[in-house]
């Protein structure tokens, strides 16, 4: 509908400007000026048109695997997309939000005002950015972080609580955790490439990931 609507101002607006070219070699003064009125209506038209266009699909990135990614049919107006998140502005209050994902992803839950979605071994969550009334902005984002190898200034994502560390880019293989290890046994439950024992977690992905867990402290060693 909206792709019509646009085509048909194109060739309105292709007709006046021809019609204005008329009129002023006619010097038909009066009706020159109503229709340049009857041009600038339309150009306000198709700008109000352009700054409201909805958006049917917002989707994501796996991290480290650009080939999957997770989609979500949910009318909206797009604000920014960097690949691993997608901002959007949506009439909807959180549980509104979440009643349309639970009927495209059964497994979807809403905790602490966070929606989250498991999907090939990976979490996604859409958070509340702003809220304006019913006019809300969302983030739906992969919850991962980016860690560093120094020694050999390798960067590697690593699916991981992102609420649990101060910031998602971590330049050290060792770093604080703001949870206890019973908190990252429930994270990884549903991961099928996940094996837990005692202290420690292995990731078996794109690397061999061991997260060894000590009092709050996570060291990582990469294989």
Sequence with gaps: MAKLVSMLLIIIFIFL??????????????AFWEVLGAFALIIVIAIALLFNKKENLIWVNKPY????????EIKHKKVLVTGTTYKFQVKKSIEEL??????????ASLKDGQISIFKGNHYYKIKL????????MYELYA???????????????IPFP?????????DKVQFSVDCDFNYLKDYYKEFTNVTIEDSKITIDDY???ILNYNNGQVAVEIN
Aim: hydrophobic residues 30%; aromatic residues 12%.
């Design 17 to 30: 400007i021809g019609y204005l070219v008329y009129l002023f070699s006619t010097k038909k003064k009066k």
């Design 65 to 72: 695997d650009s080939k999957q990614s997770i989609t979500l």
């Design 98 to 107: 979440f009643s349309i994902v639970k009927n495209q992803y059964s497994n």
């Design 129 to 136: 950015l702003e809220n304006k009334g019913k006019k809300n």
């Design 143 to 157: 919850d991962y972080i980016v860690l560093r190898d120094s020694s050999l200034d390798k960067f590697y994502d």
């Design 162 to 170: 992102s609420d649990v560390v101060d910031d998602m880019r971590i």
């Design 207 to 209: 690397k061999k990931l």
